[in-house]
T-cell receptor, first 115, second 111 residues
Framework: AQSVTQLDSQVPVFEEAPVELRCNYS??????LFWYVQYPNQGLQLLLK??????LVKGINGFEAEFNKSQTSFHLRKPSVHISDTAEYFC?????????????FGSGTRLSIRP | DVKVTQSSRYLVKRTGEKVFLECVQD?????MFWYRQDPGLGLRLIYF???????EKGDIPEGYSVSREKKERFSLILESASTNQTSMYLC??????????FGPGTRLTVL
């Protein structure tokens, strides 16, 4: 069975500081990994994804994540955050060859940016 | 531009009412999903469908049913609404195991 753990439920950061949101997963098969962002009063939208190839993935709004198979992690990073990055961030995993294409979501990390 | 729409952004119903939440996607995706989102619990899968008239239970199907008569439309039904079904409901669609595209959500309050 697959699972996703987001280690921090809330992360407060000062504007222009770097941030890392942590995500660990467990799976017995090869995986696809995703980060989604949810701005207030909106649905989720894709930030970035890892399907195959380079383990460093770049997404929208200056975010990037690195797939680390040995540590089963997919941490999200941004070198300098902006007020507009205030949102909730969800890590998610699904598996190759999954006929039903279910995605397992983490419980979310709320990123709050202080001026 | 891809689009998933949900019939209502906000809905208020009374206990015992039958509630229909509609979701439409315009991307010809075979997979569609219904989630509920509650503070501290993240997204929990209620039901999903991988083809017309096909459905599978997710993690919390009790008290819900679904209908998918056409590829683009996936409906969530609360047969007899209860106060513990007050929540944010999110619909999504995808092609295979790739990116899920989400609607804006329906915030349902059951009084």
């Amino acid at each position: 069975a697959q699972s996703v753990t987001q280690l921090d439920s809330q992360v407060p950061v000062f504007e222009e500081a770097p941030v890392e949101l942590r995500c660990n997963y467990s799976s017995s098969v090869s995986v696809y990994l995703f980060w989604y962002v949810q701005y207030p009063n909106q649905g989720l939208q894709l930030l970035l994804k890892y399907l195959s190839g380079s383990t460093l993935v770049k997404g929208i709004n200056g975010f990037e994540a690195e797939f680390n198979k040995s540590q089963t992690s997919f941490h999200l990073r941004k070198p300098s955050v902006h007020i507009s990055d205030t949102a909730e961030y969800f890590c998610a995993v699904t598996s190759w060859g999954s006929s039903a294409s279910k995605i397992i979501f983490g419980s979310g990390t709320r990123l709050s940016i202080r001026p | 531009d891809v689009k998933v729409t949900q019939s209502s952004r906000y809905l208020v119903k009374r206990t015992g009412e039958k509630v229909f939440l509609e979701c439409v996607q315009d991307m010809d995706h075979e997979n569609m999903f219904w989630y509920r989102q509650d503070p501290g619990l993240g997204l929990r899968l209620i039901y999903f469908s991988y083809d017309v008239k096909m459905k599978e239970k997710g993690d919390i199907p009790e008290g819900y049913s679904v209908s998918r008569e056409k590829k683009e439309r996936f409906s969530l039904i609360l047969e007899s609404a209860s106060t513990n079904q007050t929540s944010m409901y999110l619909c999504a669609s995808s092609r295979g195991p790739d990116t899920q595209y989400f609607g804006p959500g329906t915030r349902l309050t059951v009084l």
